[in-house]
């Protein structure tokens, strides 16, 4: 316990990088039959939802599969970055130098996973990214794998639709980091091309936005939509401010990725969010046995509904095991890595794969519409666009 407590928030990045590359030739043999597997999540903050639904949904996963894979015991330990980069990265030189593990994986954004990056490819530890969707992400390191999403898988599809279903004029709000850069830039390029107008653009903080006062410049421009982009857990809070500032009666509707109306928050955020159309990449409504199961399952477990992070969580424990069943117990982080690529399965999404050669994602993206069904808020999928790689990179 003393050591761990010498790691503090102020520890430098350069002795962070020198600490791992020093020890890790010295670093003594893990336990034979346990595997460690390290967990960065936004347990507290603004991000905290994305947090809980991916370890609830890693705890769901282990008590349907067990928690024995390849002859080894997987111990899970969860640290708290509160979506904080400088955090991130003092939690992964504990789980990597004091912990011992043989993956990191979660990182509600994408300033966390990029931090953990350096520190992935000096440890030769698989990084597995199970939140964050923008597209460089996998290209930090060689030891980086995602089972998320990326920006531009569901906004390329986003933009084509709006435009080929009569809205000619779109504002534009999206959160001043990364991922909203990725959301807005890949729209616009496939809304204007189908000649669509941007009429208003607004970027907001992604730590505790107010969106009112940018709302009401969206309403006064007019337009037949807004196209939004926050990270999951604002939805809510956004549709509140959305429905105060009059824009539904104004009919203006809202479209984007599915991040906005994430199916853990839907139910609370009132009628005005019925209409959004959204693109995304998982519905607590997909229609799948599987799914249903999945939904049920975790509705018993911990009493409310999974989102798309929780699925994301769910399918990036289950690429950690069948990852550890390939090299039959084998933590070599290499060998570790290549037993991830290519791996294709049935989740509760749909049908997913690992991209061999950029260690993303392929996956269905649904269009989708919030409706009333029995009583609740869903994301009701009316359109399927299969297998759909990271256009981030196709264009490269």
Do not use: C
């Not at 460690?36 to 282990?62: C, D, H, R, W």
């Amino acid at each position: 316990m003393f050591e761990r407590k010498q790691f503090t928030q102020t520890v430098s990045w350069a002795a962070v990088v020198a600490a791992v590359s020093g020890l890790a030739g010295l670093v003594p043999a893990k336990a034979e039959d346990t595997v460690k597997v390290g967990m960065i999540l936004p347990m507290t903050g603004g991000q905290a939802s994305t947090g809980k639904q991916i370890e609830n949904a890693i705890k769901l996963y282990m008590q349907q599969k067990g928690d024995t894979v390849a002859g080894k015991k997987i111990e899970i330990i969860v640290k708290d970055d509160a979506a904080i980069p400088d955090k991130t990265k003092t939690a992964a030189q504990e789980l990597i130098v004091n912990d011992k593990v043989s993956f990191i994986g979660g990182f509600g954004v994408t300033p966390a996973a990029l931090a953990a990056a350096p520190l992935a490819t000096q440890a030769k530890i698989p990084e597995v990214v199970m939140a964050a969707g923008t597209s460089i992400i996998t290209e930090r390191s060689p030891y980086i794998v995602r089972t998320s999403f990326t920006l531009a898988q569901s906004s390329t599809i986003i933009g084509d639709w709006a435009v080929k279903n009569g809205i000619k004029k779109v504002a534009t709000l999206t959160s001043d980091y990364a991922p909203g850069n990725d959301a807005l830039n890949f729209f616009k390029e496939h809304f204007t091309a189908g000649g669509g107008q941007v009429v208003e653009e607004v970027k907001t903080p992604l730590a505790n936005p107010d969106f009112a006062p940018f709302l009401q410049r969206m309403k006064d421009a007019k337009p037949d939509a807004i196209f939004v982009f926050v990270p999951a857990g604002q939805g809510g809070n956004f549709m509140k401010q959305y429905a105060e500032r009059g824009l539904d009666k104004a009919g203006i509707k809202v479209i984007g990725p599915g991040d906005v109306t994430d199916d853990d928050l839907l139910n609370n955020m009132g009628d005005a969010v019925l209409g959004t159309v959204t693109a995304h990449i998982y519905s607590a409504a997909h229609p799948s046995q599987m799914n249903k199961d999945f939904v049920a399952a975790y509705k018993k477990a911990f009493g409310t509904r999974p989102g798309f992070m929780a699925v994301s969580g769910y399918d990036g424990i289950h690429l950690i095991y069948e990852a550890l069943k390939k090299t039959n117990g084998d933590t070599d982080g290499t060998k570790l890595v290549e037993a991830m690529k290519g791996q294709k399965w049935e989740s509760p999404r749909g049908p997913i794969s690992i991209d061999p050669e950029t260690r993303d994602i392929i996956q269905n993206v649904y269009i989708r519409k919030v409706e009333k069904v029995d009583g609740e808020l869903y994301n009701v999928e009316f359109q399927t666009f299969e297998a759909v790689k990271d256009l981030g990179k196709t264009k490269k």
